[in-house]
């Protein structure tokens, strides 16, 4: 379940040796004409550097997909260099102003550019028709993390009758930008947090689990009571993964009648799932108390629910006393 390129570009670096991408042109009888990158004016002198950017993207791409998330980070910073060396013309490319090819790969490298113009960029680009490219600059915008990104933009995406790249990649830009919000004293408003919470309400139980995965990662992110009961459902989910996010945002949030509900997943999870859960609950646990487990309070919980179900019951009586 990738977190980047949705349709990084209709490949500059394919798109080299089949006829079928490229950038449109006009033909006759109102069809369009496709020119691959190297023989269309408008790509051909930026078409190294696109293509050197593109490889860098895709393979940034396929170190967070195998959790290698250092090595991503270390790579990070080269793909800024390389987009900042050039920025006008990114900027350009994203706009349409150099085909289509140019467009896919400018709004996806625009998620690393310094410059802060860069959002209102993407801004324009997640309004549009085009599913696809809409989908690359939600998962550009999440990337920056900007703060200054319009919540209200991206929650008007949320939802079940959006393109499929939108409805799976909004919801986690949300989440990047409300924690981003959060980080920089920027809270959202309330009614801002309930139209949100509904957005995503209809799309938590949505056919495609990346949407559902996506869902779990934006309402760790909310403030607002009401996401427990959707959180609650997530952690059912038949996708593990799915599972995994809905229990660690229960963490995050940190409320209590979230707690049964992860330990209840420990006792339905497979063997080697396990160890996950039980360390979204030692990190659960020590938020609820006010401080970590000791070395030893984790080794005589195990892996089993019954003792963190005593756990918790001893706790919620030190709360009433």
Known sequence: ??????????????????????????????????LRPQQDPQVRPYLEQFARVEAMLLRWDSLRA?????????????????????????????RGELGL??????????????SP??????????AGRDGRLAGNAFIALGVRA???????????????????????????ALGKVLDARAA????????????????????????????????????????????????????GDPVMRVRWAAAAALERQGEPQGFAAVVKLLSEVAPESKPVIRDILI?????????PL???????MGIGPRAWSHWFATWQRTQKA
């Open 1 to 34: 379940m990738r977190a980047l390129l949705v349709v990084l570009v209709v490949s500059l670096l394919s798109g080299c040796r089949s006829s079928n991408t490229g950038s449109a042109r006009s033909a006759g009888q109102g069809k369009e004409e496709v």
């Open 146 to 172: 900007d703060p200054n990104t319009s919540v209200d933009l991206i929650i008007a995406r949320i939802g079940p009758t959006q393109p499929l790249e939108v409805k799976r990649y909004a919801p986690l």
């Open 184 to 235: 920089a004293g920027m809270p959202v408003s309330q009614g801002q947090e309930r139209q949100a919470m509904a957005r995503l309400g209809a799309i938590v139980v949505d056919p495609d689990p990346i949407t559902r995965l996506h869902v779990a990662k934006a309402l760790s992110a909310m403030r607002i009571r009401g996401t427990y009961d959707y959180l609650r459902v997530l952690t």
């Open 101 to 114: 090819h140019a467009r896919y790969l400018a709004v996806s490298a625009l998620g690393f550019a310094s």
């Open 66 to 94: 195998n959790g290698r998330n250092p090595e991503a980070s270390a790579l990070a910073p080269s793909i800024t260099q390389a987009v900042d060396a050039d920025y006008p013309t990114y900027e350009r490319a994203a």
């Open 294 to 300: 000791t070395p030893g309070e984790i080794e005589s």
């Open 117 to 126: 113009r860069a959002t209102a960029v993407l801004q324009e680009q997640v």
């Open 283 to 291: 990190s659960y646990a020590g938020r609820l108390q006010g401080r």
